[in-house]
Nanobody, 117 residues
Framework: QVQLVESGGGLVRPGGSLRLSCLVS????????MGWYRQAPGTKRELVAA???????NYTDSVKGRFTISRDNAKNTIYLEMNRLKPEDTAVYYC???????????WGKGTLVTVSS
């Protein structure tokens, strides 16, 4: 059974930093594409950062230069380092992994990030 559990969200002031973690079980990170998405109230879920099964990454324009996606295969954990946070980054953040073998998508339940003074 595949499970993704996010952590690291919370309340932070504008300009601050947070690191989100996504502990994955039941599937290896190797060779699988993964990503972080977010959904603010009243909006659609959007892709924030993605990483291929290799090391290629891409980011939505609004977070380029501020957010970094990474993974630790040994710990089976995906990270999202978020710097210079803005109020518009406030959202529930979800991690996702797509199995290269089955094509199935797996999601965590999300962690709330609130950027406010």
């Amino acid at each position: 059974q595949v499970q993704l559990v996010e952590s690291g969200g919370g309340l932070v002031r504008p300009g601050g930093s947070l690191r989100l973690s996504c502990l994955v079980s039941g599937i290896s990170l190797s060779a699988n594409a993964m990503g972080w998405y977010r959904q603010a109230p009243g909006t659609k879920r959007e892709l924030v950062a993605a990483m291929t099964g290799g090391t290629s990454t891409n980011y939505t324009d609004s977070v380029k230069g501020r957010f970094t996606i990474s993974r630790d295969n040994a710990k089976n954990t995906i990270y999202l380092e978020m710097n210079r946070l803005k109020p518009e980054d406030t959202a529930v953040y979800y991690c996702n992994i797509e199995s290269a073998y089955s094509g199935m998508d797996y999601w965590g339940k999300g962690t709330l990030v609130t950027v406010s003074s």
